[in-house]
């Protein structure tokens, strides 16, 4: 671990996902830095940002911390959330302050591992780690490995979990029962009374990404709500 206070690494409350699907409008970096300015002009603590140029841009309009992470699909392997020390490293050389990683127990390409890349993270690169989780076996490995946060980012979208439905409230509550390391609830947050749950529940923090930044996907929400 970093050994520093988190407190002193990202703050209690809320962060938001700026984030846009890639045939989408709203995926530029300008479009991603205005996002991430009005949030935290609204009171965010910090913001999760995917891709070198979008950090870039961030960076570039707050001071705030930027989870930063960036999203590879590399053919053969399902881990994509900023799978390799490279993709570690670039993220890391544009501004992010906290580096978001896959924890999960699948294969890695170029025979990375979880302890590795959060070593690799702390020592290489100077950074703390969000470890992106989706069971309780998962976090404990991430905890062992000296992840300094830990989400429930990948619960409902893994194998291991794809008949559940995110928010993972049960697994925010074991993680923070057992585990000892900040948790952070991320995934399926729909309403300030969900998010509110979760802290209720003694999360370290919540990011909401969709219900505050996602246009394209509430858009097509509403429609089909409408019977269009």
């Known amino acids: 671990m970093t050994n520093k206070d988190p407190n002193l690494l990202l703050p209690k409350g809320l962060i938001v996902s700026c984030q846009a699907p890639t045939n989408s409008p709203l995926h530029h970096p300008e479009v991603i830095a205005a996002m991430a300015q009005a949030s935290i002009n609204q009171g965010a603590v910090g913001v999760r940002i995917d ?3 979008h950090i870039r841009a961030v960076r570039q309009r707050i001071t705030q911390p930027i989870i930063g992470l960036w999203k590879q699909q590399i053919p053969g392997f399902e881990i994509y959330i900023t799978p390799r020390f490279s993709d570690a490293e670039a993220i890391a050389q544009v501004g992010a302050d906290i580096i978001a990683i896959d924890a999960t127990l699948r294969k890695r390409p170029e025979g990375v ?7 690799f993270i702390h020592n290489e ?8 989780v989706d069971t309780m076996e998962v976090a404990r490995v991430a905890a062992a ?9 990948l619960y409902g979208y893994t194998q291991e979990t794809k008949t559940e439905s995110p928010p993972g409230f049960e697994l925010l509550k074991q993680m ?8 952070i609830c991320e995934g399926g947050i729909a309403s300030p009374a ?9 999360a370290y923090a ?5 219900d505050i930044t996602g246009i394209d996907s509430k858009v097509k929400a509403y429609r089909l709500g409408l019977g269009e």
């Open 51 to 53: 891709t070198p140029s």
């Open 113 to 119: 591992t979880v302890e590795t890349l959060i070593d």
């Open 125 to 132: 690169l100077g950074k703390p780690v969000m470890a992106d």
């Open 145 to 153: 490995a000296g992840a300094d946060f830990i989400g429930t980012t």
């Open 176 to 183: 923070v029962e057992s585990l000892g390391v900040p948790a």
């Open 194 to 202: 969900m998010a509110k749950k979760a802290i209720n529940l003694g």
């Open 206 to 210: 919540v990011v909401v990404g969709t």
